[in-house]
């Protein structure tokens, strides 16, 4: 596997992508996911792991529920695998409480799944089928 | 400039580098870096950006306190720039506030310094020469 992206959760979408433009990064895709109650800017830069900036829709979102929480920050690390179902049964049985137990649609088309953040030891892990 | 690693916070070392392992990342470097007090393993997998897993030494330590305060977790973002003063002198005229004014030792011999979290939204910012 390697690190297909952070996610970061932000307070305003518009302040965080003009900080990071700063860093070199350039937004590559942007959009909604309403399922999630989340609006997704997708940046890029030299290397091939991407940021996520992810800002909620409603406070009443996992995402709105995070910054009231924690406040703006590191939110999740995604891992891109080419068989996400594969990944899913064989952390399973090493003991991962697994958030998803299937895959679903999220961002950009592919399919995620999350794992509860026990299991990451506080971080909270992400697949993606890519 | 691009993603160098992600820096994480852990409480036990031997179990975070077994759970890393799970997802096919190896440990490449370890050691310890006593002006930060901290125990660092260095991760790698398929793609470029590393995980940097930091345990502290004693409590009272940067890594100690982001423990006692937020738990384990994600840590901080580490950029790779080829200037390390040429970005701090860029940034800085941008308006961060920086932690290091110049660069000091970091782990593997890499030249780095922080930015405040407030600059990065909630995110603490490394740069490493690199």
Known sequence: ???????IAVEDLEAAKARYLLLGYRVVAE???PAQGVRVA???AEGE???ELLAPLAPETPVGRFLAKRGPGLHHLAFATRDIEGELARLKAAGARLVDEVPRPGFGGH????LHPSFGLGV???LVEA
Not at 1 to 7: E, F, I, K, S, T
Not at 111 to 114: L, N, T
Request: glycine share 8%.
């Open 124 to 126: 909270l892990w992400e």
């Open 1 to 7: 596997m390697r690190l297909h992206h952070v996610g």
């Open 49 to 51: 792991t991407l940021l």
């Open 31 to 33: 959009g909604e996911v």
């Open 42 to 44: 997708l940046l890029e």
């Open 111 to 114: 399919r995620v799944a999350f």
